[in-house]
Every structure is written in C-alpha cells, then in structure tokens.
C-alpha cells in the first residue's frame, strides 16, 4: 500500500508533466521519466526511449500546435497515477497522412502514469476513443461546399494509410492477469 506522502509526490509529478507538455518543454516533460515510454492503445502503437517520444511530441503538436487539456479527475492506484481529462486543438497540420481540416476537438481521455517498485513513472498509457477524434477532426467539413470534397477524400485516403499499420506486439501479446 503506497503512503500519503508517495501519493503526493506521484500527484505533483503527473500535474508537473501534463503542465509542461502544455508549455512544450519536452525536456522537463522527458525528465520526469528515467526513460520515456508511450503506449497509444487506439492506436496500438508504442513510443519507447527519448528519440521516439520527441518524435512523438514533435508529430502531435505539429498536427495540433495549440494542444491543451482539463483535467476532470485524478485517482491512485498502488501502481498508477490516472487521470481523466478532456484534450482539445485545433487541426493545423498534418496527422501523420490525414491532412489538417482546420476544425477544433474535444476528446475524453484517460492516462495511467504508471510507477515501478522504485517510484519511477516508467510508462503513460493513453486511452481514448479514436473515432470520436476522428469525427470532430472531419465532420466539421460543410459537405455542401465543393471545395471541401478533396479536403475529405484526402482525409478518408490518410485515415486508410494510418490505419494500415501493425500494432505494436507489446501491446498484442500481454499476459494474463493473475487473480487472487
């Protein structure tokens, strides 16, 4: 069971990590981990060491410069630090192949900063709904305007491209849980 005192320390540390991500200080965002890792479950994809988290910080906020959250609850576990929040940005630039729409989102997310025997955060799990993203992403495109067809084609044609990719095998073949 984890003490008062280590919950708060947790606590500050996943606050000071959301703040800094905000204020795209990558390097205090990587130092509150002694090595970044990312797991994107609707995506199934992993971020793993510095070079592949500044690459994935890099490709976010260049899709959505003005990213930010709120934060709606925080609660411990003896392992984990998790937080419900919403994101929210606007569409600027490129999502890996989907192009930018121009249109803001708000998406309900869930993060599990997850702590080590030692106290260290040695992983943010992200939970979302990809296709709720998605909708606010496209769906703000007035269909009845021409000039919107192609944004959209290119958008389905990038979505498609995305969406081919392998998942990441860490997050396929986990073990099962051993209950008591």
């Known amino acids: 069971m984890i003490t008062d005192d280590i919950r708060k320390a947790r606590q500050q540390l996943v606050l000071d990590h959301f703040h800094d991500e905000v204020r795209q200080d990558w390097d205090d ?10 797991e994107l479950i609707p995506t199934m994809t992993v971020h793993d060491g510095d070079r592949a988290v500044r690459g994935y910080y890099h490709g976010s906020r260049v899709a959505f410069p003005d990213q930010d959250h709120e934060i709606i609850a925080l609660r411990h576990t003896d392992d984990a630090v998790i937080v419900e929040f919403w994101l929210l940005g606007t569409h600027r630039g490129p999502l890996g192949a989907i192009p930018p729409t121009g249109n803001r989102f708000r998406v309900r997310m869930t993060a599990y900063f997850i702590f ?17 993203l998605l909708k606010q992403l496209i769906g703000g495109l007035n269909m009845r305007r ?3 067809w192609l944004r959209a084609a290119r958008f389905v044609r990038g979505l498609l491209k995305e969406a081919g990719g392998e998942p990441d095998p860490a997050l396929v073949h986990t073990p099962k849980a051993v209950l008591p």
Do not use: G, K, M, Q
């Not at 965002?29 to 990312?38: E, G, I, K, M, S």
């Not at 260290?120 to 709720?132: A, K």
């Open 29 to 38: 965002v990587l130092a509150t981990f002694p090595h970044p890792r990312y």
């Open 116 to 132: 080590d025997a030692n106290d260290d955060l040695v992983c943010e799990r992200i939970y979302f709904d990809s296709l709720t």
């Open 146 to 148: 021409p000039r919107n």
